[in-house]
């Protein structure tokens, strides 16, 4: 325990907000669950799947269960490694934990994106966003709501079209090109997030800020939940995929602590 608090001590430093321990935080799980109706990308060629290889009473009198999993990498709550959108990417296995833990700060802007399925976000709302917040500092983990979370139940919601394969007709909200720049190359952050299911906008063809951020291998997380009960600043992320060796992304699990 002991341990913990001092790493998210020193993480919280850099974030000048209030420091943040498990015996005085609020945890919150920014994860949404993995099953047969977990989102991929409408052209994927499948998606979660789990078969039972165990489950029951043994001859040994004790009860035992197991299962075997498959998924593409990306899908549900996930994160993009580097090397997903840039050749000399970091794989998702090399990866520095502390780009996946550290201080981080919400963006929203679910009241623009209720009038535009399409919004991105600029670098005029980061700014104005730290006009009222404070700046925005190098290892810090942004995270975008858009308040697309609620409509993960179903995929034309989400998607903003369910045509099987398709995806010329996406629409959903994410970050800019420009909002993107400032916060990779002048802000020096770690990592960026939101709860839509890609970094870049529904209609991106080019995916631009794919290759901005993970061409200064700067991680992305997509398809998260509970942002909106995270405050604009002063939680503390824990973004922790699974290390698959090569991989260009992998399933996540994130959580914030927000101190009570």
Known sequence: MKKLIV????AGAAS????????HAKIIDLTHSFDANTLYWPNSPGGFEMKKLAYGPTPGGYFYSSFAFC???????????????SEHGR???????????????VIDISAKTKANADYRLTSADVKEWEAKNGPILPGTI????????SRYASRKAYFGDDTPGATNNLHFPSFGEDSAKLLVNDRHVSAIGLDTASIDYGPS???????IAMGANVPGFENLMNLDQLPARGAMVIALPMKISGGSGGPLRIVALVAK
């Open 7 to 10: 790493l998210l001590a020193l």
């Open 16 to 23: 000048a907000g209030p420091l943040v321990d498990l015996e």
């Open 71 to 85: 998924a593409p990498e990306h899908g549900g709550t996930h994160l993009d490694a580097p090397i997903h959108f």
């Open 91 to 105: 794989t998702i296995d090399q990866i520095p934990l502390s780009q996946l833990i550290g201080p981080a700060v």
């Open 142 to 149: 942004v995270l975008l709501n858009t308040g697309w979370a």
């Open 205 to 211: 063809t080019n995916f631009i800020v794919h290759q």
